[in-house]
């Protein structure tokens, strides 16, 4: 079963609006960390935020928030005030607390198209 | 604090040849992770070490394989290439393997076998 499903392959948004992009996860450790990466077409992984399963309150960094809701196991990533340069594939991916299991699960990805 | 760094950028091979990757990472963090993207699998984990020791390993056959030195620094190789063993590979460095430790990647080393 998919830990991770990200269930949007791609998305056009135009700039300076705000954009929602969905992820859900499949977990029965109660400890776990979500993290949403972008990789830009150079191929590099850059991380945005990062929100563990006891955190009270929702994870900000900048222009990115995280929407998490965790009795749906959703952790949907919102950007606000879309800009050219966030035109990439964004990843959610989970790390598990079980020792041996402790490895990043990434989703299949977003393509992002910010237009103009 | 510089990041961590993945040598080389591109790589070109023949089936057959064996290969090996180089990632530094970011100082003062001890544990090392390898993972392969490629677009029919996605982001698929190699292998995660800590502190010189392998503490997990991913779906790959026996011809991956990787070490960690002393410094970190971490190596991994990949012997008598396929030609589906084509992807970029991506270092990611952190400071614990623990969860609520986030990973840095590096750039990545794309390697194409022909």
Redesign the interface.
């Known amino acids: 079963a998919q830990k991770i499903t990200q269930t949007q392959p791609g998305m056009f948004v135009q700039e300076k609006e705000a954009v929602t992009l969905d992820c859900t996860y499949d977990t029965s450790d109660p400890s776990y960390g979500l993290f949403w990466y972008k990789q830009p077409s150079s191929g590099e992984m850059i991380f945005l935020i990062y929100q563990g399963s006891y955190d009270q309150q929702n994870a900000t960094e900048g222009r990115y928030s995280l929407n998490f809701q965790k009795a749906r196991k959703s952790a949907n990533l919102v950007i606000s005030a879309s800009q050219l340069g966030d035109s990439a594939m964004y990843f959610c991916a989970m790390r598990e607390a079980n020792f041996g299991n402790e490895k990043l699960t990434f989703g299949t990805g977003t393509r992002l198209t910010i237009i103009p | 604090k510089a990041g961590v760094t993945q040598t080389p950028r591109y790589l070109i091979k023949t089936r057959g040849q064996q290969v090996t990757l180089s990632c530094s990472p970011i100082s003062g963090h001890r544990s090392v992770?390898w993972?392969q993207q490629t677009p029919g699998q996605?982001?698929q984990?190699l292998f995660?070490y800590f502190s010189e020791t392998q503490?997990?390993k991913?779906n790959f056959p026996g011809r991956f394989s990787g070490r960690q030195f002393s410094n970190s620094r971490s190596e991994m190789n990949v012997s008598t290439l396929e030609l589906g063993d084509s992807a970029?590979y991506?270092c990611?460095s952190s400071l614990a393997?623990?969860?609520?430790y986030?990973?840095?990647?590096?750039?990545?080393t794309?390697l194409t076998v022909v």
């Open positions: 992770s993972y996605g982001l984990f995660e503490r997990n991913g970029l991506l990611a393997a623990r969860v609520g986030g990973y840095t990647f590096g750039s990545g794309r």
